[in-house]
């Protein structure tokens, strides 16, 4: 159950409008990694937990904190686009500055959602449910969690660097920081899932299924050998066996040959039958 509290987690005031960024915004919160994908990410892992309460409750908190952060990028969003000069058309062809920021506003934030938030990245791409992970194990979700929360701090980083708006920049600092905090909860969980389950997921499957003389080979497909001179090569590796490296192609198959397709498929004719 969900209940709407009527203020922001934060504070979404800009000092002034800004079409132009409210565009760019549009990537942290409807980007692949952004807002809207970490909420639905982590409502569906949560959702999905079996038999861990504690995970699921955590995962549940961050997901209706998540919620928080579309609520307050989709605010800044419709404020950047407040009295902006949208349907100034005639002032814009005068003022070169007003016509520039014009020609780089998102349209759909005039023609579609009437100077408001779009579910979109900030090249109008719509949002995509195929962007979150939620496999149904805590270990391989916790890491495509460090993955999500790492590119969106990325591009919120990259956001702040884009403005000088005071307003804008304070609310992009208390997203870094949150991103900061999520980034070590989810590291923090996987080290305690890998103590518990081992560092390779799934660690259920059983050992007669897995070609192990293939399991911890580097194999060099690349000119040269730099990668022969990684460190970690020559140590062990996370799940306890020895890293080895072989330089050279490698092929343990043999020459791909298939059947003719039946003639009602209408392929090329092989050429053993065009002679």
Do not use: C
Request: aromatic share 8%; net charge negative.
């Amino acid at each position: 159950m969900f209940k709407h509290s009527k203020v922001l987690q934060y504070p979404a005031k800009p000092e002034r409008p800004d079409p132009l960024f409210a565009k760019k915004m549009q990537e942290i919160l409807g980007g692949q990694y952004g807002e809207i994908s970490v909420a639905v990410q982590y409502l569906f892992q949560g959702w999905n937990t079996r038999g861990n309460e504690t995970y699921k409750d955590l995962l549940m908190d961050t997901a209706a904190e998540e919620i928080g952060h579309v609520e307050m990028i989709a605010t800044m969003i419709a404020r950047l686009l407040e009295d902006a000069p949208v349907y100034e058309q005639e002032k814009a062809a005068e003022d070169p500055v007003i016509g520039s920021i014009m020609g780089g506003m998102n349209p759909h934030h005039a023609i579609v959602s009437g100077l408001g938030a779009m579910p979109e990245n900030s090249t109008g791409v719509p949002w995509n449910a195929g962007y979150i992970a939620a496999s149904g194990n805590l270990l391989a979700d916790m890491r495509a969690n460090v993955n999500a929360e790492s590119q969106g701090r990325l591009q919120v980083a990259r956001l702040y660097e884009m403005t000088d708006d005071k307003g804008v920049k304070d609310m992009l600092g208390f997203l870094l920081a949150r991103d900061t905090m999520h980034q070590n909860q989810w590291i923090a969980a996987i080290k305690d899932l890998e103590e518990k389950e081992g560092v390779i997921v799934p660690s259920t499957v059983p050992k007669e299924y897995e070609k192990e003389e293939f399991s911890h080979t580097l194999y060099n497909f690349s000119e040269g050998e730099e990668s022969a001179r990684l460190d970690w090569l020559k140590e062990v590796a996370p799940d306890g066996a020895a890293f080895n490296y072989e330089n050279g192609p490698v092929a343990y198959g043999e020459k791909p040959v298939l059947k003719p397709a039946p003639k009602q498929s209408h392929n090329t004719l092989p050429d053993v039958q065009r002679t």
